[in-house]
Structure formats: structure tokens, C-alpha cells
């Protein structure tokens, strides 16, 4: 992870989440990282970053698909 990969998360946020993230670093002080937050983890999976040779990287964005649940048959024998 690198700072530029913060720096996007940060300004993929809204208004609110910003002011949100300011508040929770001032309240916070050291305890906060950002980095190790649920939201910039979610993002990163989100937003999986493709490093190149020369050190810079661009994101690409997947979408993850929920698998979906199988329904149990009832057996003939069980009413």
C-alpha cells in the first residue's frame, strides 16, 4: 500500500465520509490509521491496484459477486 493509494480513497469519499475521517483522526490522534480501517479495506479490495515496474500504479476496479445459496430440497419421506 502506498500513500497515493490513500490519498485516492480519500477522494473517492463523499463530503460527509471526509468530514467523518477528519473527525475520527482529531478525536483519535495515533490511535487512528486509516490504512487499517474497515472502509480504505473494502475500497482496496474493490479497487485492486496494478503496480508496474516504474513504482506507479492505476487501479482497476472489480466487482465482487455473492454466491448465492443453494435452497434445500425437502425428501418425500420427511412430511
Sequence with gaps: MTQQ???????????????????????LGSSFDLAKSSGFLTWLKKNRPLIYPDGQYKTKKIVIKKKKKKKKKKSAGSE
Design 5 to 27: 493509494q490513500l490519498e485516492d480513497y480519500k477522494t473517492s469519499l463523499s463530503a460527509e465520509e471526509q468530514e467523518c475521517c477528519c473527525i475520527a483522526e482529531e478525536y
